[in-house]
């Protein structure tokens, strides 16, 4: 569906040329196929004949039935209106539950699964098309939707939070393509138990980590009424010497001469200043590149366009995204601001823009090297391999190459694969598509107009609050990993799919 959008028109482009009278508040659904393509490859001829009979079957008489109109088909999905958002949030759940039932029989690889967005919106209505940010939000929804699931803008959710028999899954804001403003996001749960099963999860966990903290502030006393130093036991007192038990109670008089001895301040600040020669940090692992021009930029997408002509001075860039064990170099050393959870080896998530540049000014401090983030221009060089083609392998898909939605069989869709699982590119690069978003230093610009030609990054003229990311992660399907594929989001919110690499000027 995603691919099928870029003609639907922003309300304010062109606006003049329509009636007002055809204006009007409306629900959007959008709906698509998730692995389409690969299901077309598989079985072209079938896969055909079975959409076609499930918009034909299922698809145009539920709409019908909800009171909507289905505006057009597109292959692989679907767009409708309704009047009413409650109905139009009806007909999502009973077309994601009858394929349940349709593909019961079927093996899991052969299922057709749809992703469904809703989003309410001030659209205009021409003919037999519908256009305006409305319509942009409801696909964008359907874009980063789960297969199988329903996702609904925060308008929705408000019109039907009490009229449906369901329950929500708020998601949080998200900043999505083309669309200025972050959009509040909520999954559907069919089942209204689900939604309280999850909280009752969370509860249990939350107990659990109580207890386990009483726990150990229990062992942290005994250990102290029976293990701690005699020192402790003979401190002299102006009283009667006290019991055991009378010095568990008191604390140590913090300012009392014979309490804060010297000697340990005067050994840690040395220490302090030392520590980066006394423990050296491991930089990342770089590849060298040698300059070169290429071909920037796709006809796929109107913010690739247009293509041009790059110069790039050669550079050194990460061969993997920066990883978990990496970053929390940074956190012990204080520069970063959070720790980083996941397994060492797999690569950081949840960095904003701002993140990023502290992490490149700490290795920059402590390596006397002047690492940076790369430039949109520079990172799609890599990417590309010496390529010009859609992918750097070649012009189809071939599944396995990239960490993406419905890429790999059995590949882990709640976090990305450690760095490295995959195939290099023909630079010896390692995750330039899937994996995890990441963060390049040029400000947004809508499409290549005016963009430097010599491979610099691109910060004048846009809008600096939000930032250019490349790659696409392990949530976004096969169009985000191609080389030419970008996005942006604002520098000061952290999302679980964002990362970066970092690179080196030569």
């Known amino acids: ?138 696909a964008r929804l359907e874009g980063i939707a789960a297969p199988g699931q329903i996702y609904i803008s925060g308008g929705i959710y408000e019109q039907i939070k009490h009229k449906l028999v369901c329950g929500y899954q708020s998601l949080g804001d998200r900043q999505v393509k083309n669309i200025t403003d972050p959009v509040r996001v909520y999954r559907v749960l069919p089942d209204p138990s689900a ?55 008191t604390a140590p008089p913090p300012i009392a001469p014979q309490a804060a001895p010297k000697a340990p301040t005067t050994a840690a600040a040395p220490a302090t200043k030392q520590q980066p020669s006394l423990q050296p940090i491991k930089e990342p692992e770089m590849i060298s590149l040698p300059g070169g021009s290429f071909a920037m930029g796709s006809n796929d997408d109107i913010t690739e366009k247009p293509v041009h002509q790059v110069a790039i001075k050669p550079f050194a860039i990460g061969k993997y995204p920066v990883t978990v064990r990496e970053w929390n170099e940074c956190t012990a050393a204080k520069a970063c601001g959070f720790v980083a959870v996941d397994k060492e080896d797999a690569p950081v998530t949840d960095v904003n823009w701002n993140d990023a540049r502290q992490f490149v000014a700490w290795l920059t401090q402590m390596t006397g090297k002047t690492y940076r983030l790369p430039s949109e221009a ?43 699982s995959l195939k290099a590119n023909p630079f010896g690069l390692h995750d330039m598509g899937g994996g995890v978003d990441q963060w390049v230093e040029d400000c947004w610009h809508k499409n290549y107009q005016g963009a430097p030609s010599d491979g610099s ?7 600096c609050s939000s930032r250019v990311i490349r790659s696409g992660s392990w949530r976004n399907d096969m169009r985000s990993a191609r080389p030419a594929s970008r996005d942006r989001y604002d520098v000061g919110v952290r999302y679980p799919t964002h990362g970066f690499r970092v690179a080196l000027s030569r």
């Open 1 to 138: 569906m995603r691919g099928e959008i870029h003609h639907i028109h922003s309300s304010n482009d062109g606006g003049s040329s329509h009636d007002a009278s055809s204006r009007r508040l409306a629900a959007i659904i959008a709906g698509d196929i998730s692995g389409y393509s690969r299901l077309m490859q598989m079985d072209e001829d079938g896969t055909y004949a079975r959409v076609k009979r499930i918009e034909r079957d299922l698809i145009e008489p539920t709409i019908a039935e909800h009171h909507g109109r289905l505006v057009k088909t597109t292959g692989d999905g679907f767009l409708a209106i309704f009047d009413s958002p409650v109905e139009a949030v009806r007909c999502g759940i009973v077309i994601q539950q009858s394929m349940v039932g349709r593909n019961a029989s079927l093996p899991r690889e052969h299922w057709i699964v749809y992703r469904i967005g809703v989003n309410l919106g001030d659209v205009i209505i021409e003919d037999d098309d519908v256009y305006g940010d409305g319509v942009n939000v409801a």
């Open 195 to 249: 939604i309280s099963t999850g909280r009752t999860r969370l509860v249990i966990a939350l107990l659990a980590a109580a207890t386990l903290l009483l726990l150990a502030v229990a062992g942290g006393a005994l250990w102290y009424l029976l293990v701690r130093p005699e020192s402790q036991l003979a401190r002299p007192s102006p009283a009667a010497s006290p019991s055991p038990v009378d010095v568990a109670k």
């Open 378 to 420: 520079e990172w799609e060089y890599a990417a590309r391999g010496g390529t010009q083609t859609r992918y750097w392998w070649g012009d189809q898909f071939r599944p396995g190459m990239v960490n993406c939605k419905n890429c790999i069989e059995g590949a882990a869709v709640e976090q990305p694969m450690k760095v490295g």
């Open 457 to 463: 990054a691109w910060v004048s003229d846009g809008d």
